[in-house]
């Protein structure tokens, strides 16, 4: 069983930055795309940042010049680097992989909070 095992959440002022890591430590095969997701209250999740296994990414509008997704394949892990945080950034963030089978697993979230 893959574990997506999430680090980085935490409370930052409007303007500050936060670096998301997420790593599958267990995994004995690469994925073939590699996200973010989150999920504020009372909204329903939504993707913010995927990148294939070559590396090229895909942001949300909202995110887009704020935010950058990278990976690492030999470590199986994926980063999101969130620079220029508002507080509408407020939400869990879920870490996912997508298999080469198409099997997708989710990490346990990370509390993102940007205060005014």
């Known amino acids: 069983q893959v574990q997506l095992v999430e680090s980085g959440g935490g409370l930052v002022q409007a303007g500050g930055s936060l670096k998301l890591s997420c790593a599958a430590p267990?995994?004995?095969?690469?994925?073939?795309?590699m996200g973010w997701h989150r999920q504020a209250p009372g909204r329903q999740r939504e993707l913010v940042a995927v990148?294939?296994?070559?590396?090229?990414?895909n942001y949300a509008d909202s995110v887009k010049g704020r935010f950058t997704i990278a990976r690492d394949n030999a470590k199986r892990s994926v980063y999101l680097q969130m620079n220029s945080l508002n507080p509408e950034d407020t939400a869990v963030y879920y870490c996912?992989?997508?298999?080469?089978?198409?099997?997708?697993?989710w990490g346990q979230g990370t509390q993102v909070t940007v205060s005014s």
């Open positions: 990148i294939n296994s070559a590396g090229m990414p």
């Open positions: 267990g995994s004995r095969f690469s994925f073939a795309v």
């Open positions: 996912y992989a997508v298999s080469w089978n198409n099997d997708i697993y």
